[in-house]
């Protein structure tokens, strides 16, 4: 661009001169080839390094997220992060697929921790204080650690869930029954919820989200045991056995409606939360991610409360669960993707970040101080109270099957099989060989070397 | 044309000069193109012959069509012989026809709760039983459909259009529309409860599901299998029609004597190509029923699209395996086709 053309040199020219001017052109663009590609090369240098993250969102945390990431943004001008806000399903069926082939974003937020935790990676020689993360993370970091590994340091928890019914009270006053009290059975509950909704025509007396995690909380209440003594998955045991059936016997009574277990098929998750919102269910095992939404659609529609699990011959526990932002050993940018984490993970960044989605702290020095929720509204606040309740009531068990790496093929097999029987394809006897069956061979495909 | 001045005619003469010049212009590039072309082509023709020529011509689209179809087809069979969850084929361990064996491993065939893969053979059983019914009632009310809009009715070409146009309509579009019809809270509910009647929970009661997945269907593609048969229709000769009407000749016996033998080409074609398309059926019912309640309108697509990626173990072996068989038996349907248009052509 900067060349300047000259026409031929007048007058008779010597050898050397033709030399000179043959190869004056040539050594000229070469010296301006390398200062270009010099200038060039200095200003790639000078390009900030953009880093992906794939986010779903239950509520409003998708918004926090992108508030914090702009604000590290504007304290470090050479990172860029591009935050890929997808749905769920997404995040549970494409990204594995990108991972396996390499083509990952660099960090995700995961709920299926321990399955992908092969293509975690170890943050470790890139975090300035690996500490912090093993005093704030530690029991949850072996969520997302691959099996046998004790060290690595993957990610940290974006919220940490636990399993509890949402009760609508506005329904049970309509309907002159007294709600249980704490320390209930599921029994109790299911029994009081069918009344009210005989009594105010709700279509849903109790609903638990088609999902296996939701049906563990009641089969730990129920003592499940999942693990047999050499370590493996026992699935079916006499705790399994009793809230199967359970579950079997409310679809027949009516208690539960088969238009969430019965009417879809496979490990297809299906959610009450609409249903919940709309008033058409009375109580609805969920968990406390669903506090945002409850408390900006519901509003003052009606009252609604969160209460403690309800309890059985097993305890009253509740499952631990949630969601990790994890990672990538695809990353060709670890220092950075550290950098970017530090950051997130810092103890003031992640308070606000809790604060204003409303969840309940994966970090143990914030749930210890305690989280303030200012936005919350009343009914927000009693729920988050209640459920970092349950959080200090959840059995070892239940932590040792959402630490369990291959936990989703059992809650997974679970939930197809009880769906078949519940909607009277199959007895629950074949129901319980299915399973045994599925996970032993879904496990073993997985082992395939 | 004697009211046109010459200067008239000399104007529209000049713009039409200008036009020939301006697409004269515009293909230059490519008169250009072909005649740099065609020496090299010459050549070639002179060192194969021109007979061959044609392969050159057709070696582009060959290779395109070998890229993005028969090449996924050996992967495909290439992973329907392997195990394990690793996604490149280099990383995963051969196991023969282990695959295979697990997937047809049955007590008996008719029977999915005697085979260790039950969920494969309800998928099977389910995209049978689909296929019948919705290729009668596919077959029948279009033939209906065609023979009316074959009349000279008012507003024919209205009624053309209104009925191909569900054609147009993406499958998940057709699917969520017919949800939100059908759902508990749905119009059909509003209107049942309207006339004094109970909900009916249609994705709850199997029948109904089934019933649905077919109907919804069937309204969906209609239009597209009505226009191959008003095609036929519209070639039979009139003279034939004429010549019944002379004799006097019943209706229902000119429809049975020359409208039905001389649109039996087209029916066949209508009914292999329903067939097909039928087997395939995954997104439509996928969207409206999830393969539910239980799994009484899982098809076998929906099965291979589970197995392979929203399992938590992604087995890419057993979905590829049953593709393979899905595969095979699209081949011997599109065969059929082959044959019965063949005999058209006869």
């Known amino acids: ?449 | 044309m004697s009211g046109i001045s010459s200067t008239t005619r000399l104007e529209r003469g000049i713009a039409t000069g200008a036009l020939a010049r301006l697409g004269q212009v515009a293909v230059l590039p490519v008169g250009v193109a072909l005649r740099l072309l065609d020496p090299p082509m010459r050549w070639m023709q002179r060192f194969i012959g021109a007979r061959r020529m044609a392969y050159v011509f057709l070696l582009p689209n060959f290779v395109f069509f070998g890229l993005f179809v028969f090449l996924p087809i050996g992967i495909n069979v290439v992973f329907s012989l392997t195990g394990g969850t690793a996604l490149f084929p280099s990383q995963r361990p051969y196991v023969g026809g282990d695959q295979f064996a697990y997937l047809f491993d049955c007590g008996s065939y008719l029977d999915p709760s005697s085979c260790r893969e039950d969920h494969f053979w309800r998928g099977v059983a389910n995209t049978a039983k689909f296929v019948v019914f919705q290729v009668t009632a596919m077959v029948l009310f279009s033939l209906i459909t065609a023979l009316v809009l074959n009349m000279k009715i008012r507003g024919r070409g209205f009624f053309r259009a209104v009925y191909f146009f569900p054609v147009l309509l993406s499958p998940v579009v057709v699917a969520l529309i017919w949800k939100w019809i059908l759902q508990r809270d749905g119009l059909l509910n509003a209107a049942i409860t309207t006339l004094g009647g109970q909900k009916i929970l249609f994705f709850v009661d199997p029948g109904w599901a089934m019933f649905w997945a077919v109907f919804v269907s069937v309204w969906a593609h209609m239009g597209f299998y009505t226009l191959i048969l008003l095609a036929g229709l519209q070639a039979i000769p009139a003279d034939l029609y004429e010549a019944a009407e002379m004799d006097a000749t019943p209706r229902w016996r000119v429809l049975l004597r020359i409208t039905l033998p001389l649109l039996w080409p087209n029916m066949i074609v209508v009914i292999v190509l329903a067939l097909i398309k039928g087997a395939q059926t995954f997104d439509e019912v996928f969207v409206l029923t999830g393969g539910g309640p239980g799994t009484a309108t899982l098809m076998v697509v929906q099965y291979i699209y589970e197995t392979a990626f929203s399992s938590q173990v992604q087995n890419f072996g057993l979905a590829a395996a049953a593709s393979v068989v899905l595969g095979v038996v699209l081949f011997v349907l599109t065969l059929l086709q082959f044959a019965a248009a063949r005999r058209k052509e006869v």
């Open chain 1, 1 to 449: 661009m900067c060349l300047i053309s000259r026409g031929p040199a007048p007058g008779p020219v010597s050898g050397e001169e033709t030399t000179m001017r043959a190869v004056a052109p040539v050594f000229t663009s070469f010296v301006l080839s390398v200062l270009s590609a010099t200038t060039f090369c200095g200003l790639a240098a000078a390009e900030p390094t953009t880093l992906r993250m794939a986010w779903y969102s239950d509520g409003n945390e998708g918004e926090v997220m992108a508030d914090l990431l702009k604000r590290f943004h504007e304290q470090n001008k050479d990172i860029e992060i591009v935050l890929d806000q997808v749905p769920f399903k997404a995040i549970n069926e494409t990204l594995p697929v990108q991972l396996a082939s390499g083509q990952a974003p660099d960090m995700a937020r995961v709920v299926d921790m321990g399955g992908l935790s092969r293509f975690a990676l170890d943050m470790r020689p890139f975090l300035k204080d690996p500490g912090y993360w093993e005093m704030n993370f530690g029991p949850f970091l072996e969520w997302m650690r691959p099996a046998g590994d004790t060290k690595a340091i993957p990610g940290f928890m974006t919220q940490l869930t636990v399993t509890g019914p949402f009760v609508n009270k506005t329904l049970f006053e309509q309907a002159g029954v007294a709600m249980p009290g704490e320390k209930s059975t599921w029994e109790d509950w299911a029994k009081a919820a069918k009344q009210v909704a005989d009594k105010v025509q709700a279509p849903f007396p109790l609903a638990l989200d088609r999902s296996g995690h939701r049906y563990y909380a009641l089969a730990v209440s129920q003592g499940t045991q999942v693990f047999g003594a050499n370590g493996e998955p026992d699935v079916v045991d006499e705790g399994f056995k009793r809230a199967a059936q359970l579950v079997y016997d409310w679809h027949k009574s009516g208690v539960m409606s088969k238009e969430l277990w019965g009417s879809v098929s496979g490990t297809a998750y299906r959610g009450a939360n609409d249903e919940f919102k709309n008033a058409q269910v009375v109580m609805y095992l969920s968990g406390s991610w669903q506090i945002s939404q409850f408390a900006k659609t519901i509003d003052n529609a009606f009252d609604w409360v969160a209460v403690p699990n309800p309890c059985g011959p097993g305890g009253c526990s509740s499952m631990p669960g949630g969601a990790g932002l994890v990672a990538f050993k695809t990353t060709q940018h670890p220092k950075e993707v550290a950098r970017v984490m530090e950051y997130l993970a810092s103890e003031p960044v992640l308070a606000e970040f809790y604060s204003r989605s409303l969840f309940v702290p994966g970090h143990l020095g914030l749930a210890k101080k305690g989280v303030d929720y200012p936005t919350a509204s009343p009914e927000a606040a009693a729920a988050l109270k209640v459920f970092t309740a349950s959080a200090a009531q959840i059995s070892p068990i239940a932590y040792r099957i959402q630490g369990y790496s291959n936990s989703r093929i059992v809650l997974n097999a679970v939930i197809s099989r009880l769906g078949q029987a519940v909607s009277g394809e199959t007895t629950l006897e074949d129901a319980y060989k299915r399973i045994t069956a599925d996970v032993a061979q879904q496990i073993a495909e997985r082992n395939k070397k």
